[in-house]
């Protein structure tokens, strides 16, 4: 699984802590993969990127201007992070 999550190199060798950075890793992966999704279904066919490719450029935050825009709606339109008040 180490291999395909990318994990270069691991920084505890217990069980738990191989786990805990397996996990770590995966819920990031879903993260973008979810990030992904959301964006790539409302753009036109010219500005469409692998999803290395989007991996690559929002790490660097070099992802053209539609990616940007729609990544924003995305964003503050599908989490509501703000609205417990107890």
């Known amino acids: 699984m180490k291999q395909h999550l990318n994990i ?20 990031v992966f879903v993260l973008l993969k979810w990030l992904f999704d959301g964006t ?19 790490l660097i935050n070099a ?6 825009i729609r990544l924003r709606r995305l964003i503050d339109g599908g989490l509501i992070l703000d609205t417990y008040s107890g």
Do not use: D, K
């Open 8 to 27: 270069p190199t691991l920084f505890g060798t217990t069980e738990n802590a191989v786990y805990g950075q397996l996990f770590c890793a995966l819920i």
């Open 40 to 58: 790539t279904q409302t753009l036109p066919r010219y500005a469409r990127l692998s999803f290395v490719r989007f991996t690559r450029l929002l």
């Open 63 to 68: 992802l053209p201007v539609e990616w940007t």
